[in-house]
């Protein structure tokens, strides 16, 4: 346990501590600084609570399983203002996060706060996300490698995903939540069997056509799925200006795409 009195877990403070099982952080606990669990690999589970304010660069990274230990297999961040900070102590800012990477291990998270740029990457057993509300952003390929992953719960308080931050061939339909704003066809390009997308009834920015997911105006094709097969050719409507980033990725039903004259 982890005294109430302590404000800092400093910088690799138990890396690598082999073979400690479990940890309880203390409700006086604000900063969790870079690599401080980094490699603890007989920890199976952590819940990271509300008092936290941010965890480290690679502050839980490579607690995987070896020979004889079990590995991080759950983990629960309860705060919603709780920031998973860069290498250079920023959020989101262009630099990896990578809080819980190659965590090889774990198969659930439960996480309220934002998301930090490759945080969960190469958690290849990981099978069930679920951010609740008070997340507003993921960044770049959050859960890249993660490769297994069957069930994502997005909050109607996320605003924006980032580019390739999901990469399954788990999954076959991709939910958008009611306040979604900011996703590109890149954010989902590495889900190889999605087939449509639901957007909220409440959400004003996402409009389906024909199965493709646009923008509200009709003006910008978003995504169209890689499992789409009921075409061989698409025709693009003239009402388009702009096809995104991976929008066509992986699509390999499509034969030919035909573009506005204009």
């Keep these: 346990n982890i005294s109430d009195s302590v404000q800092v877990i400093g910088q690799e403070a138990f890396s690598p501590c082999p073979n400690l099982k479990e940890v309880q952080i203390g409700r006086g606990v604000k900063y969790i600084e870079k690599q401080a669990f980094s490699c603890c690999r007989t920890l199976q589970s952590i819940v990271i609570p509300e008092n936290v304010e941010s965890i480290g660069y690679k502050a839980f990274e490579d607690c995987s399983y070896e020979e004889g230990r079990g590995g991080l297999q759950s983990v629960i961040?309860?705060?919603?203002?709780?920031?998973?900070?860069?290498?250079?102590g920023t959020v989101n800012e262009g630099f990896d996060a990578g809080t819980f990477s190659r965590c090889t291990e774990l198969k659930e998270v439960s996480i309220a706060c934002n998301i930090g740029q490759r945080a969960f990457e190469d958690c290849t057993a990981l099978t069930d996300v679920i951010v609740t509300d008070g997340a507003s952003e993921i960044g770049y390929a959050a859960f890249s490698g993660c490769k297994n992953l069957t069930n994502i719960q997005l909050p109607d308080s996320l605003k924006k995903i980032d580019n390739d931050v999901f990469q399954t061939d788990k999954i076959t339909e991709f939910y958008i939540p009611a306040n979604l704003e900011e996703m590109n066809g890149a954010a989902v390009r590495y889900c190889n069997n999605l087939t449509n997308f639901i957007v909220d009834e409440k959400?004003?920015?996402f409009k389906i056509k024909d199965g493709v997911l646009f923008d509200s105006s009709f003006s910008?094709?978003?995504k169209y799925p890689q499992q789409k097969k009921d075409l061989s050719e698409y025709e693009v409507p003239a009402c388009v200006n702009k096809i995104c980033n991976g929008a066509f990725y992986g699509c390999h039903a499509l034969t030919e795409i035909i573009l506005p004259k204009e």
Excluded: Y
């Design 203 to 205: 959400n004003n920015n």
């Design 77 to 88: 961040i309860k705060g919603k203002d709780t920031k998973m900070l860069d290498s250079r």
């Design 220 to 222: 910008v094709i978003i």
